[in-house]
């Protein structure tokens, strides 16, 4: 009974609003389909305030256990549960009636777009992991169980709100680490816990002042993946690359000049004998050139994934998002609005925000600055390297890198 009285609310607020919003969203929508590709339905099916509800889903052939990821999706657009407008925006909780309290109170809901933003995301990667074995990484690696522990060493963990963040290197993992030992109050100093993000010395961040969950056994581990909110951020993968680059062999990084400068220089840059120190070496102006770090990438056996450090390694190697279902797909170029919607679905924006960083609007101008020294074909076999980075977080090809 109760039920029925709920459909006939939805469907009367539905036809209400849909008056009122259709044409304000028409453009959302167009955009969403785009993603769907389902056929046109009645329009009553179309909430505004819902997104597309459903029926809109059930076209999609579901031949593997995906019930629980199209659960997640419906759940991040309120679907279900429906009682306030504020309710609808946010992920389920498993300790909500505790917390509810010092939620913040916010006047208007999360915006419409955003929340296409992220079901276009989510959708995509479901899509291409679903359809395309090799995604899966040659059907070697099925469920989360055929991953080894150790390639499941970037899962961080907050079990006091139940959050797990899958950090890639030089897509603002510091500032999200940081927010994670606030949150998880892993950190303490004399006992008191940080509050402040930003108090966090650098030093202590990249260290064991994070909880991971690799660090559980397996049915733990397996546990907080089910039951726990999990994001990751995404960058474009060639950008992510010379980030890596700049900031690990234009800087004074003794660490990587050892292990990476000084094998690259000697094998790749024909010089026998580099300098013993990276002071050294930077005082006699010699580095790793960004054409010698490809070569030197593209020179790994095909498939030794692992040879590759993290910094440059593939995003989809690291939080492997075809065996691991993100509720949260945040990318760095839309760092601040990801930020603030991701801190509000999990309910935490009363307690941490994210800093404003360095905008990347000259992203652009790198490939156009770091690309011409590196020749056709190399950039065709990098571009190899990282298509599947391409392809499931939606980045655009760089065409005009791989022409000939
Ligand atoms: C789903 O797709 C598979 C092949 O891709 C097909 O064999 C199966 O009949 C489809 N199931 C439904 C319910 O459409
Ligand atoms: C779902 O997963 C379970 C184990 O994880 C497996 O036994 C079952 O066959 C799967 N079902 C489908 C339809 O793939
Ligand atoms: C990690 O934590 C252990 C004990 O909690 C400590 O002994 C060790 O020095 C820490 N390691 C690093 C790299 O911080
Ligand atoms: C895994 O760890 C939990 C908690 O530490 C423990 O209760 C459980 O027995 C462990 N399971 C196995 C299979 O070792
Ligand atoms: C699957 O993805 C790989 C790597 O991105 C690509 O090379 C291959 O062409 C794709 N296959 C299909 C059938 O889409």
């Known amino acids: ?57 059930r076209t999609v052939n579901r031949t593997s256990n995906e019930s629980n990821y199209y659960n997640l999706i419906w759940n991040g657009f309120g679907y279900f549960n429906k009682e306030t407008d504020e309710e609808d925006d946010l992920l389920e909780d498993p300790q909500l009636e505790n917390r509810k309290c010092e939620w913040k109170i916010h006047s208007s809901p999360i915006p419409l777009e955003l929340k296409h933003r992220q079901y276009a995301r989510k959708k995509l990667i479901h899509d291409l992991c679903d359809s395309n074995g090799t995604l899966g990484f040659n059907g070697k690696w099925q469920t989360i169980d055929d991953i080894p522990s150790w390639e499941l060493a970037n899962l961080l963990v907050d079990d006091r709100h139940g959050i797990i963040y899958c950090y890639v290197p030089k897509v603002a ?83 990587y000049y050892q292990q990476y400068g000084i094998p690259i220089l000697k094998r790749i840059g024909k010089i026998p004998n580099p300098p013993a120190s990276v002071k050294e ?66 309910r935490v924006d009363n307690i941490v925000q994210f800093p404003k960083i360095k905008s990347s609007t000259t992203d652009e101008n790198w490939m156009k600055t770091w690309f011409p020294t590196i020749t056709a074909d190399s950039r065709r076999k990098l571009f190899k390297l990282f298509e599947t980075d391409y392809k499931l977080f939606g980045y655009q090809v760089p065409e005009y890198l791989l022409q000939p």
């Open 281 to 346: 070496a930077l005082a006699a102006g010699i580095a790793p050139s960004f054409s010698t770090f490809i070569q030197y990438i593209l020179s790994l056996p095909a498939d030794s994934y692992e040879l590759l450090d993290e910094h440059w390694r593939q995003t989809a190697r690291l939080c492997h998002p075809c065996q691991i279902h993100y509720d949260f797909i945040g990318k760095m170029e839309t760092m601040e609005e990801d930020a603030a919607h991701l801190l509000r679905m999990l």
């Open 173 to 255: 993992c510091t500032e999200w680490k940081r927010l994670m030992i606030v949150l998880s109050e892993s950190l303490k100093v004399n006992g008191v816990p940080y509050r402040d993000p930003s108090d966090i010395p650098v030093e202590l961040i990249h260290g064991n002042s994070t909880r991971y969950l690799n660090r559980y056994n397996r049915t733990v581990m397996k546990q907080k993946l089910q039951q726990y909110k999990k994001f990751m951020f995404v960058r474009e993968p060639f950008i992510r690359l010379i980030s890596a680059y700049r900031d690990k062999f234009q800087k004074e990084n003794e660490q």
């Open 1 to 57: 009974m109760k039920k029925l009285r709920h459909f006939y609310f939805v469907l009367i607020l539905g036809g209400v609003l849909l008056m009122y919003y259709g044409n304000r969203h028409w453009t959302d929508r167009n955009e969403a389909e785009e993603f769907h590709r389902a056929p046109p339905l009645s329009t009553s099916l179309f909430e505004p305030e819902l997104g597309y509800s459903e029926p809109h889903l």
